[in-house]
C-alpha cells in the first residue's frame, strides 16, 4: 500500500492514473474505428468485385486499343486480338435464349391472369411514354444545338441500298405484328419476318410448237439516252425471312403458356419447377462467366477501336452530333430518369442507379441490351432486391421491345441530315419524326446497329435523302453504345416502377398459387401468416395418411 504526503500528492495520483486509462480507452476506440474501416472498406471491395474487374475490362480495351493504332496492325492482327472477345459474346448470346424463355415462363406462372394483364398494361404504358419522351428529348437537342453542317453532303458516298425502295412505317408496323404472332415458334427461334420490296416481273408465255416456254420480262423502263427521264420501276412488296431470332414472338408464346400454365393448378406444377430450375442454372452459367468479363470486354472494345479506319474524321466532322446524342442520353439518365423513378418510389433514385453500374459496362462494351440481359437479372434479383417475378416478366420484353436510346439516336439523326440537306422541317413533320422514332423504336431488334435500318424508315416520311445516312455508319460503332446504355436503364427502373405499383397485388399472391387446397402450401412462397392454411414442407416432404388398424386375432 503507497501512503502519500499529503492530500494534494493523492489528488495528483489519482487524476493521473484516471487520464492514463482514459488514454488507453482511446487507443482501443481508435484502433476499433480503423479496424471497423478496414473491415467495411474491404466489405465494400469484395460486393463491387464484378463491378470492378468489368470497369478495368472497359478501360484497358480503351488504353490498349488507342495505343495500338500507331502501329497498323494486320487484318489478321486485329481479327486475333478480337477474337477473346468474340467467344465471350458468342458465350453471352448463347444464354440468351433459354434464359428469356425460363424467365418469362416461370415469371408469368408464378401470377394469376388478371395480374399479369395488369403489370403488362402498367408495363406497356410506361415503355411507350419513355420512348416518346425521349424522341421529344433528340428532336429538341438537334433543333436547338443544330449539329448538321451543310458543306457535309459532299463528304457523303451514295450507297447501294439507296437504290432499292425503303420499307415505309406501316410495313415496319405490319413485320411488328407478323413477328408477334410466329406461324411456326421454331422458326421462330431462327428467322423473323421482314418485307422487302423486289422490281416487279411479269411472265410471258410463247407458243414454241407443241411446248410452252416462259420468259421473264422486268418492268424496269429503259432509260432515255437524253437524259430529260428517270428509268421507273415498279416495286412488289413481299415478306421474307432473315436470320435472327424473332424474341417478339417467343415472348408472346411464352407469356401465354406461362399464363395459362398457372391456372392448371398442381397438373403444371413440375412444369413451372422445370423452368424455374432452367432459370437458376442459367444464373449460375453467367456468374461463371462474369469472370472472363476482364478479358472478354477488352478485347471487345479493342478490337472495334482498331477496326475503325480514320477516328480523326468521325471527330472532326461528327463531333456536334456525337455531343447532341451523348447530351441526350446524360440528361435523361440522369435527370428525367430519377426524376421518374423518385416521384413514383420516392426513393434515392441515385443509389438505384449505382446498383446497375456493371449491366449498364457490359451493355456499353457490347452494345447490345440482349447481351447484358444475364448480368442484368443477377443485379435486379440478387442486388438490388426487385420482386423476380416483376423482372422474369419485364426485363425480358423490354429488352425486346423499350428502346429509349433508339427513339433519341433516330430522332436526332434525323433532324441533322435534314439540317444537312438544307431542310427546313415545320410543325408537321417534326412531330412526324416524333411519332415515327417511337414507333420505330419499339420495333427494333436488339442487336448491334440496328437503329440505321430503321432511321431509314423515318427520313422517308420526312422526304428526306435517304443517302446521306450512310455518313453515320462511320460513328454508329460508338453511337450505338451510348444509346444501348440507356435502352438499358429503361428496362431496369421500369421494373422497379412496376413493382411499386403492383406492390398490393403482389402481396396478395405470395402464397402458392399452384395448390388450391386448404391444407397444402409451399414452404418457400409462404409468409409469416398464412391467413389460416396449414403450413407444410410440401413438395420437399410428402405427407401420408396412413389408416392403422388394431391386429386382429387369429381363431
Not at 162 to 172: N, Q, W
Not at 242 to 265: A, E, H, K, P, W
Not at 400 to 420: P, R, Y
Request: charged share 15%; hydrophobic share 45%; net charge neutral.
Amino acid at each position: 500500500m503507497r501512503y502519500y504526503s499529503s492530500m494534494a500528492e493523492k489528488m495528483e495520483h489519482n487524476q493521473h492514473r484516471f487520464l492514463k486509462q482514459e488514454t488507453g480507452l482511446e487507443r482501443e476506440e481508435s484502433l476499433l474505428c480503423r479496424f471497423e474501416q478496414h473491415t467495411t472498406w474491404k466489405h465494400l471491395l469484395l460486393n463491387n468485385k464484378l463491378m470492378l474487374i468489368t470497369l478495368t475490362g472497359v478501360l484497358l480495351g480503351i488504353i490498349g486499343g488507342f495505343t495500338l493504332r500507331p502501329f497498323c496492325l494486320t487484318g489478321d492482327s486485329v481479327m486475333l486480338i478480337a477474337y477473346p472477345g468474340e467467344l465471350f459474346m458468342r458465350v453471352l448470346k448463347l444464354m440468351i435464349l433459354p434464359l428469356v424463355i425460363a424467365s418469362l415462363i416461370s415469371g408469368s406462372s408464378s401470377l394469376n391472369a388478371k395480374l399479369n394483364g395488369k403489370i403488362a398494361l402498367r408495363t406497356f404504358v410506361y415503355f411507350i411514354t419513355t420512348s416518346l419522351l425521349n424522341a421529344i428529348l433528340g428532336t429538341t437537342l438537334a433543333l436547338v444545338i443544330h449539329p448538321g453542317i451543310t458543306n457535309m453532303e459532299e463528304t457523303v458516298v451514295e450507297p447501294s441500298i439507296a437504290k432499292a425502295k425503303t420499307v415505309s412505317l406501316m410495313d415496319s408496323v405490319l413485320d411488328l405484328g407478323r413477328n408477334i404472332f410466329p406461324d411456326n415458334i421454331f422458326q421462330a427461334a431462327l428467322q423473323q419476318a421482314h418485307t422487302v420490296y423486289v422490281p416487279k416481273e411479269s411472265i410471258l408465255l410463247t407458243n414454241d410448237g407443241d411446248h410452252l416456254s416462259t420468259s421473264i420480262v422486268s418492268t424496269v423502263s429503259p432509260i432515255n439516252h437524253l437524259g430529260w427521264t428517270e428509268p421507273k420501276v415498279e416495286w412488289s412488296r413481299t415478306v421474307e425471312y432473315r436470320s435472327g431470332t424473332n424474341s417478339l414472338g417467343i415472348v408472346f408464346f411464352c407469356l401465354m403458356f406461362g399464363t395459362l400454365l398457372g391456372t392448371i393448378g398442381r397438373k403444371g406444377y413440375v412444369v413451372i419447377q422445370f423452368f424455374s430450375a432452367m432459370f437458376d442454372v442459367i444464373m449460375k452459367m453467367v456468374t461463371g462467366v462474369m469472370w472472363l468479363t476482364p478479358i472478354g470486354i477488352s478485347s471487345v472494345i479493342a478490337g472495334k477501336i482498331l477496326s475503325v479506319d480514320d477516328i480523326s474524321f468521325v471527330m472532326t466532322q461528327l463531333t456536334w452530333f456525337i455531343f447532341t446524342v451523348a447530351l441526350g442520353v446524360f440528361l435523361y439518365q440522369w435527370i428525367i430518369l430519377q426524376a421518374i423513378y423518385f416521384f413514383f418510389l420516392r426513393k434515392n433514385p441515385f443509389k438505384f442507379y449505382l446498383g446497375l453500374i456493371q449491366p449498364i459496362l457490359t451493355g456499353f462494351a457490347t452494345a447490345s441490351t440482349a447481351a447484358a440481359l444475364p448480368l442484368t437479372f443477377r443485379c435486379m434479383n440478387e442486388r438490388l432486391k426487385i420482386d423476380s417475378r416483376i423482372t422474369r416478366f419485364v426485363l425480358p420484353i423490354g429488352c425486346n421491345i423499350n428502346m429509349d436510346g433508339t427513339a433519341l439516336f433516330i430522332a436526332v439523326s434525323s433532324v441533322f441530315i435534314a439540317q444537312m440537306s438544307n431542310m427546313t422541317l415545320n410543325v408537321g413533320q417534326l412531330v412526324t419524326v416524333i411519332l415515327t422514332s417511337t414507333a420505330a423504336s419499339m420495333s427494333s431488334a436488339s442487336i448491334p446497329s440496328a437503329a440505321l435500318v430503321l432511321l431509314l424508315i423515318t427520313l422517308s416520311a420526312i422526304d428526306a435523302p435517304i443517302n446521306n445516312a450512310t455518313l453515320l455508319f462511320a460513328i454508329d460503332w460508338f453511337v450505338d453504345r451510348i444509346r444501348t446504355t440507356n435502352n438499358l436503364l429503361g428496362d431496369c427502373y421500369a421494373a422497379a416502377i412496376v413493382e411499386h405499383l403492383s406492390r398490393h397485388e403482389l402481396k396478395n399472391t405470395d402464397i402458392d398459387p399452384y395448390y388450391n387446397d386448404d391444407d397444402v402450401t409451399s414452404d418457400d412462397q409462404c409468409g409469416k401468416e398464412l391467413r389460416g392454411k396449414s403450413k407444410t414442407s410440401f413438395p420437399n416432404s410428402v405427407i401420408l395418411n396412413v389408416e392403422v388398424s388394431a391386429p386382429t386375432s387369429i381363431a
